[in-house]
């Protein structure tokens, strides 16, 4: 006999699980195995169908700048900073060859230029 045999060294093994404890157990973990289950089928399906919204809006997305582009609308490029409330306005900038109602030509509008050293206040400052 090896003092250092691992197998002498174990504890004795204990008795038995008893079989209605271990059967409880098994249905405690195979019903929240099935619910597990469930709530990631669901978070499948949610993602599928966000998915298939985002692919509809960027449809969408794609139709309205090909009907602006036949309009002959134009949007303004982005300025360089954001806008206090987040969202910066649509402009619509006639086409150069457009004309007004005097009958003469139209000349767009130029984009406003960003404010130097203005900050926007709240969180995202760091």
């Known amino acids: 006999m090896n003092p250092l045999d691992p197998l002498m060294l174990a504890a004795p093994s204990p008795l038995p699980v008893p079989a209605s404890y271990a059967e409880k157990a098994m249905a405690s973990l195979m019903q929240l195995h099935g619910e597990l289950m469930d709530e990631k089928e669901r978070r499948v399906e949610l993602y599928r169908r966000l998915?298939?919204?985002?692919?509809?809006?960027?449809?969408?997305?794609?139709?309205?700048?090909?009907?602006?582009?036949?309009a002959g609308v134009k949007e303004v490029p982005p300025a360089p900073?954001?806008?206090?409330?987040?969202?910066?306005?649509?402009?619509?900038?006639?086409?150069?060859?457009?004309?007004?109602?005097?009958?003469?030509?139209?000349?767009?509008?130029?984009?406003?230029?960003?404010?130097?050293?203005?900050?926007?206040?709240?969180?995202?400052?760091?």
């Open 51 to 70: 998915m298939e919204k985002e692919q509809a809006l960027a449809e969408l997305k794609l139709y309205v700048k090909l009907l602006e582009e036949r």
């Open 81 to 126: 900073e954001p806008r206090a409330g987040g969202q910066r306005p649509f402009t619509v900038v006639p086409r150069e060859d457009a004309v007004g109602a005097s009958g003469r030509p139209v000349t767009p509008v130029p984009p406003v230029p960003p404010r130097v050293g203005h900050r926007p206040e709240g969180w995202k400052v760091w």
